[in-house]
Nanobody, 125 residues
Framework: QVQLVESGGGLVQAGGSLRLSCAAS???????MGWFRQAPGKEREFVAA????????YYGDSVKGRFTISRDNAKNTMYLQMNSLKPEDTAVYYC???????????????????WGQGTQVTVSS
């Protein structure tokens, strides 16, 4: 089993930066970990993902060039560095892990079987 806990969310002005963390615990092998976000009235949106072994990364079009996903294998922790934040980035951000299969679709919600509780990110003008 895997437990995921996000942290680092908060209130920031447009153009500012935040770094989110996702701490993982448990003894289940993880193929892929990712970040999703959900704003009020909208479906969960893919933000970024990383292959745990190779480090290959994937980004949603809306955040490419502004956000960076990374991992620290020794600490079992994943990070999301968010720069040049915009009001449209406001959402609850969720950490997710794929522990059952090596999914060929890391940008899809169905690829993941464990989720964190979420952390609120609010960007103001």
């Amino acid at each position: 089993q895997v437990q995921l806990v996000e942290s680092g969310g908060g209130l920031v002005q447009a153009g500012g930066s935040l770094r989110l963390s996702c701490a993982a615990s448990g003894r289940t092998f993880t193929y892929t970990m990712g970040w999703f976000r959900q704003a009020p009235g909208k479906e969960r949106e893919f933000v970024a993902a990383i292959r745990w072994t190779t480090g290959s990364t994937y980004y949603g079009d809306s955040v490419k060039g502004r956000f960076t996903i990374s991992r620290d294998n020794a600490k079992n922790t994943m990070y999301l560095q968010m720069n040049s934040l915009k009001p449209e980035d406001t959402a609850v951000y969720y950490c997710a892990a794929d522990t059952s299969t090596f999914s060929s679709s890391p940008s899809r919600v169905y690829a993941y079987d464990y989720w964190g509780q979420g952390t609120q990110v609010t960007v103001s003008s």
